[in-house]
């Protein structure tokens, strides 16, 4: 039986689980991005993607592919979607998206949706955040645009 170093096969499941990542925004640290974006709007049920306008390729996630993957209610007479659903489904115009509802019956829990174009760049962002202290979608958008700008995407 072969037996490999346990510095080898950490460095295999680094470059392995680094591969599925996207790599992030051309000219932007993307771990300075992830400690602005933890600052002002970071809870273990968050999920932000930038993605490429016109072709939607997806250039950052902050967030577990798990959370990312959830569904939850759209607000406002839109049926259930995930945050990948609301990236496709801002076109090239890419109008602004800020709305949030109630998760449970009690109103113990909300989900709030934003999305729309990062300013200076060719990108766009969508951004889920659920639970009992998830933040409305306007307020998401602004603190988003706060987070975007102080990592040097302007």
């Known amino acids: ?15 392995l689980s680094s591969a599925c990542s996207p790599a992030g925004p051309e000219g932007v640290d993307t771990s300075v991005l992830d400690r602005e974006i933890g600052q002002r709007i970071g809870d273990p049920s968050t999920c932000v993607l930038l993605a490429e306008r016109g072709s939607g390729k997806i250039v950052y996630r902050y967030g577990t592919n798990t959370v990312c993957a959830r569904t939850y209610p759209g607000c406002q007479d839109q049926p259930e979607r995930t945050v990948d659903d609301l990236l496709k489904g801002l076109g090239p115009a890419a109008e602004g998206v800020a ?37 409305p979608g306007m307020i998401m958008t602004d603190r988003l645009a706060s987070a975007f700008s102080a990592a040097g995407l302007e």
């Open 1 to 15: 039986m072969v037996r490999w170093p346990a510095a080898i096969l950490l460095s295999a499941a680094a470059l």
């Open 99 to 135: 709305v949030s509802c109630p998760t449970a019956a009690d109103g113990s829990r909300s989900v709030g949706w934003a999305a729309g174009p990062v300013a200076g760049r060719e990108l766009v962002f969508a951004a889920v955040m659920e639970g009992q202290r998830a933040l």
